[in-house]
């Protein structure tokens, strides 16, 4: 997984209700689907990117397969975002040293 695939994964409206469905709670594609406005095969296709992006993993319950958030992939996102936070904050630190020079 890379963070760009999970930031595109994510930038997607339908994908991030998907998995802000899956933060709350493991789902089914039929669990996910209900109260969503696209179908079922199309929360698949969504699931997929999701998988493929690191974000979602998914396990047998039975012969339905249920989908939860993958941790690993939210550690590697989370540790890119620190990376960006950190950068900002050595921007500023840049800044307000140069505002001190005379």
């Known amino acids: 997984m890379s963070h ?8 997607d409206p339908t994908r991030r209700e998907i998995f802000e469905k899956l933060r709350r709670s493991s789902a089914s594609v039929s669990e996910l ?10 929360v698949s296709q969504h699931l ?3 998988k493929s ?7 047998r319950r039975g ?3 249920v ?4 941790l ?5 996102l989370r540790r890119y975002i620190d990376t960006l936070w950190t950068d900002v904050l050595e921007g500023f630190q840049q800044e307000a040293d ?4 005379p």
């Open 4 to 11: 760009q695939q999970a930031l595109h994964a994510l930038s």
């Open 98 to 101: 140069r505002s001190k020079e």
């Open 67 to 70: 989908y939860q958030v993958d």
């Open 72 to 76: 690993k992939g939210l550690v590697a």
């Open 33 to 42: 689907a209900e109260g969503m406005p696209v179908t079922r095969p199309a």
């Open 53 to 59: 992006a690191g974000l979602v993993r998914e396990s």
């Open 48 to 50: 997929k990117v999701l």
């Open 63 to 65: 012969v339905h397969r």
